[in-house]
């Protein structure tokens, strides 16, 4: 069965730290894609990124990074310097590479930047 | 690009009229567009895959007959909630399938609708 853990329910940071969202999955699938998706106050979820199970290189996007560990099921997502903006629901999924295009969705972390 | 729309953003019914929501791409053709329902502070529950052309799956304990889709075309698929009870207040999300090399598609989701039912 595939599964979708994100442990942490919400998270609270003041301006300008960093802050590390964490996402552990469960899959007996040896190729699959992880992603990660914004859901700001708005709604809309907004694509951050994906990444396939044979690409393990971290991958660094301005103020966001991305830690891909298969070796204990992670990937994990790091923001350096949070900003106010960065409050959202931030979720991680994972899909199949074979079959249904499906998603499973892991559960959501609520993250709230203080000024 | 990959953006994907919907109609309307809110909208609040009386209990018994049904409402039709709208999923658009607006730059790229879209075969499989899924539809999800989304509870306060919680995470996206899918509720069926649309196909273009085809009968749409649902997911286990979705009334097929309560939530209609249609996806009429490669970039329009519509849900409506027939006989809308208070129960199917929610918020309503689409997303449509960008294609990508082999199974490399990744979902771009809609703006979500708030169904408000009276």
């Known amino acids: 069965a595939q599964k979708v853990t994100q442990a942490q329910t919400e998270i609270s940071v003041v301006e300008k730290e960093d802050v590390t969202l964490d996402c552990v999955y469960e899959?007996?699938?040896?190729?699959?894609?992880l992603f990660w998706y914004k859901q700001p106050p708005s709604g809309e979820l907004v694509f951050l990124i994906r990444?396939?199970?044979?690409?393990?290189q971290n991958e660094i996007s301005g103020r966001y990074s991305w830690n891909f560990q298969k070796s204990t099921s992670s990937f994990n997502f790091t923001i350096t310097a949070s900003q106010v903006v960065d409050s959202a629901v931030y979720f991680c999924?994972?899909?199949?590479?074979?079959?249904?295009?499906?998603?499973?969705f892991g559960t959501g972390t609520r993250l709230k930047v203080l000024a | 690009g990959a953006v994907v729309s919907q109609h309307p953003s809110r909208v609040i019914c009386k209990s018994g009229t049904s409402v039709k929501i709208e999923c658009r791409s607006l730059?790229?053709?879209?075969?499989?567009m899924f539809w999800y329902r989304q509870f306060p502070k919680q995470s996206l529950m899918l509720m069926a895959t649309?196909?273009?052309?085809?009968?749409?799956?649902?997911e286990q304990g979705v009334e097929k007959d309560k939530f209609l889709i249609n996806h009429a075309s490669l970039t329009l698929s519509t849900l409506t909630v027939t006989s809308a009870h208070p129960e199917d207040s929610s918020f309503y999300i689409c997303?449509?399938?960008?294609?990508?090399?082999?199974?490399?598609?990744?979902?771009?989701f809609g703006p979500g609708t708030r169904l408000t039912v009276l």
């Open positions: 649309s196909n273009e052309g085809s009968k749409a799956t649902y």
């Open positions: 730059d790229f053709q879209a075969t499989t």
């Open positions: 999924a994972l899909n199949r590479a074979s079959g249904t295009y499906k998603y499973i």
């Open positions: 997303s449509a399938l960008l294609p990508g090399q082999g199974h490399t598609d990744t979902q771009y």
């Open positions: 990444r396939n199970s044979f690409d393990e």
């Open positions: 899959t007996r699938d040896t190729t699959y894609y």
